[in-house]
């Protein structure tokens, strides 16, 4: 519930500089251009920053396969592991006296 009281006054205490700059008078909004240079060099832009944030997503995406290449190598390294141990520990337990299921395998 503090928690809760400690945002609230956080939102409340943003809203009061808010509130000065509105005073002020309204912040100018996005404005339109009829002039066709404008427009371009708005197109441009926008396109400059598309292929800005294309460039950044195709190197997260390179490294998320990087890092799962090597996740698969380092899991397949482990199930070599396991299945090796699994394998000394059959050899020093030897046969069972029954003969029957033994007793690693039974576990699974």
Known sequence: MSQQLNV???TDAHAAPDAAANAEGPKPGPRSTSDP??????????????????????VAIDALGDITRQLTRAYAAQVVSA???RKRVRALEGPTATGSVHPSEAAR
Do not use: F, P
Not at 41 to 52: G, T
């Open 8 to 10: 609230t006054d956080a």
């Open 37 to 58: 240079r404008e427009v371009a060099a708005i197109v441009v832009n926008r396109m400059r920053q598309v292929k800005a944030k294309q460039d950044e997503l195709v």
């Open 83 to 85: 299945e090796q141990l």
